[in-house]
């Protein structure tokens, strides 16, 4: 194998595990604040016992997304210093402003939120927990402006081949900024909401009857059930804004050859490039000209349309497109009859008296965001190539220059690692709820009310 | 000044000196927390989680100059970036998985099953020394020339081991000022059979240096340089000196002075890296590339300082207020 290919299997592992963990901080942080000012307004203990049980899972995962971001920002110079010498003078801003207004922001309140409760006041706490939160949702800001930018560039110009911002507005707006943004962010939110109620539904499949079980049960399934539609929605959006800026991706995500109207919506083929047809097809008539143009016979790019004079084609590999595209939106409607059916339960039986086989489902899809979260980042990032930069740079022309078996021994450690570890992070998880469904109590302190905080808030020696 | 009136030139050198400034704040503050990380094995099962408790709260934030000196060299200089990160390929990629290692099992250790511990003792410290015995290599490497011959590779084998030496002295002086009782008589043996790892260390780079490059030889050996210079040697000769004295005395009476050996490493690491820069100016690749050459467009730099100049003032103000939440002694680590 070559080293581009190496590179990009590496560099696709890299940032596939990483995302796992800000997927799930990114809202988790903000459902933790939830939990704490809840807990300050009502002082109900439950609150505080669900604070304490997630806190533990965030302090994991975020050390995890840490330390797979590391090794991300090294990544753009071990294996693509093509990409920052072409576009570095715009992608350079944004990474910079991520680390100074993001990075610094969560790390050090991290201690304070994680280590801190008994030395600082409850307000200052509680300011921490949301300056956490905070800076997690500004690292996926900017990042996500970096990402959209490379999906569609805006508001630069081109100097032998080396971008310069000409428009810092319209760099950072970009056309699929918001987006991409809202698709995240949303995606986030669901990951955890079912990462919530899989865990609970596990407890109290254990026996765990506790009040704080029941609340978050019931908190992720109406979180999920409420985020779902509108993620849909989001993601109809973003694929009207992708069809208009990078027809070519749809057309791979449609596996449509040929530009025409009343096109179907595939449930299932077998996309062949080399005899440029599918296999084995089955759709619903019009379904794809509906969704994508309103209309029964509304015109759909084709994928024919993208392929050089010299049969050379200038369209992704529409395979991997195809399927991680169906595998998102099967995911997605799964949430959506799961969370539904889950909401119908809670208002008719309450969280105590769920169905055994609906708790099961949950716990089943306690993991099912990282599915959907990473099947997306494939269409969206596999539906780019051959471009690294759509229309600007190619993947080929970034890569580094290091020998082929160099990539590969690297590459072979880091999915080692990355494969016990996420072993070892969902196995902890999961011990960590069977410990405490085991009632082994979470805090053998007494706390105050947000009220009386401040009398007991003199720094604890 | 005129210094600042060409972009092309007070930029670079301003984002030259940030990276610096970056690079040895996380030279002294990671360089604790793996320090901490590679005495895991000498102390006893139950003053490991005092150990970690040392670190706890401040490990990630440390961590993150790191991202912020990758960050600037990134943005800053974009084509010495490339060429030292390629050149470096591997020796980065043992200290990426030896931070991975040594960040995760902090976490593991505390939460995954009891009879799991020792195994995630046994990774944080694997990681601790996996990254510091990188980056050792890594600056053998960077002073050699980044070229791979079999002289430089010695060399750099050298510098690895003498620098994670020196980070294990300055984690056990961390521990005499964070820990009290048995264990902080402990750090200050620890501390004191650190020592030979500084002093090679910083004898290896000197002598190193102006061997490897006559550029940099004339700037040192050279009149009036010779005398700029002079107060570098001095001044770290007396630090270790002082240290020296300091530990045969420590622990004392109420904890007096418990922060000095601290304070004196910190001063010997921010000598040393002061001499480096001398040494390397204007060169960002050593005698390849210049700031100047490898700078990025002055448009783009101005947006980043703009930024930088608000923020980093803030970063600095509640980074100081962690150390200040967390001053004395290391308590064990609780969530609530
Ligand atoms: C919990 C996660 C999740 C769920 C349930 C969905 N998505 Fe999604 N999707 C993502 C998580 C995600 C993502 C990981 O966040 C992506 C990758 C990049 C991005 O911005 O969002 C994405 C990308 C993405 C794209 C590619 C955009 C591009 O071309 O760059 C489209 C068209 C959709 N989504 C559409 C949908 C539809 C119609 C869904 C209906 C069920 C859906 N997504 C559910
Ligand atoms: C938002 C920040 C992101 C940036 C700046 C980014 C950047 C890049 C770069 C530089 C490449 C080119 C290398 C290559 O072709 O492999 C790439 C490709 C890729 N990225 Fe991303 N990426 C981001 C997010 C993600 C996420 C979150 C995922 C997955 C979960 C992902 C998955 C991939 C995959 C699978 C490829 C390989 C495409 C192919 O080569 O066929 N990306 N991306
Ligand atoms: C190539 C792209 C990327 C690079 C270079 C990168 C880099 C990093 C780094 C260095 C960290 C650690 C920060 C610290 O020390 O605290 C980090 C954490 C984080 N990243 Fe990424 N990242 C990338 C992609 C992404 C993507 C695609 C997202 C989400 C949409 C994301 C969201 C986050 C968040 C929320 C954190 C902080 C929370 C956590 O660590 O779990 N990053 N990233």
Redesign the pocket.
Known sequence: MDTLLL???Q??AN??F???FPTITIALGWVLLFFKLRFNATGEHKWMEAYLFWVKVFALSFAMGVVSGITMSF??GT??PG?MEAVGNI?GPLLAYEVLTAFFLEAVFLGIMLFGARKVPNWLHTTATFLVAFGTTMSAFW??V??SW?HTPAGYELRDGVAYATDWWAIIFNPSMPYRQAHMLLASGLTVAFLIAGISALRLLWGDRKESVKSTMRFGVILGAVLIPIQIFAGDMHGLNTLEHQPQKVAAMEGNWETQGNVPLLLFAIPDEEARENRMEIGVPNGASLILKHKADGVVPGLNDFVAEDGTPLH??VA?VFWSFRIMVGTGMAMLALSWAGAYMLRRRGAEHMPKLMLFAFSGMAFSGWLA??A???T???G??PW?VQGVLT?KQ?VADVPAPMVLSTLIIYLVVYAALIFAYMGTVTYLAWKASRGEPLSTRKYPRSGEAEVAAIPGE | MDLFGDPNVWLPFTFAALMGVSILIYVVLDGFDLGVGLLMPLSEDDEKDRLVASIGPFWDANETWLVLAIGLLLVAFPVAHGVILTALYLPVAVMLVGLILRGVSFEFRAKAPITQKPFWNAAFFTGSLMASMSQGFMLGMYVMGLTWTLPHVIFAMLTAVFLTVGYSCIGAAWLIAKTDGRLQEKAVGWTKGGIWGLLLGIAAISLATPYVSPRIFDKWFGFPELLYLAPLPILSAGLLAFLWWKLKRLPMEGDRFAWTPFAAIMGLFTLSFGGMAYSFYPYVVPEKLTIYEAASAPESLIIILAGTVFVLPAILAYTALSYVIFRGKATELRYD
């Open positions: 590179s990009r299997i560099f696709g940032i596939s990483h995302i796992l990544q753009f294996n693509w990409f992608a990042i996500l970096l990402n490379m992704p590999p991997p979260t990473l997306g980042w494939y969206t990032e596999i780019r190539q690294l993947t970034a």
